[in-house]
């Protein structure tokens, strides 16, 4: 996943795991640990939406303090899975292109 301002899964995941070991974290970001904490992200970001309606959740970006909140927690979620994959040596861009794939034939289009 590359964007024009250089940013790729590869170069995400050097920053996070620097960012980690300067801190001396490595010996707890084991594939239980980061999972755990995965886990415990994506619920804080379902927490946001919990008693919205249909209709107030797809508006959550309306409001500038929802917003801000929606974005921290997805960067909580892709920061944790990134470092995850990068642990167990998961391609995650390939392993989601496999899965699409494998969705694709199992649920055809009608």
């Known amino acids: 996943m590359t964007r024009d301002d250089g940013l790729d899964v590869a ?3 050097r920053r996070l795991a ?3 070991a300067v ?4 010996p707890y970001h084991t594939p239980k640990n980061l999972a755990a904490a995965l886990s415990v992200e ?3 970001l379902v ?9 107030e959740s ?3 970006m309306a409001d500038a303090g929802t917003a801000h909140r929606v974005r921290d927690e997805a960067a909580d ?16 861009l390939a392993a989601l292109r496999d899965k699409i794939e ?3 034939q199992r649920f055809p289009a009608p």
Do not use: M, S
């Open 102 to 104: 494998r969705n694709e």
């Open 23 to 26: 801190r001396g974290w490595e």
């Open 77 to 92: 979620v892709l920061a944790y899975l990134l470092q995850f994959c990068e642990v167990l040596g998961v391609d995650v």
């Open 11 to 13: 170069a995400l995941q």
């Open 47 to 55: 927490e946001i939406f919990q008693w919205l309606t249909p209709e």
């Open 58 to 60: 797809a508006a959550v």
């Open 18 to 20: 620097d960012f980690a």
């Open 42 to 44: 994506a619920a804080e």
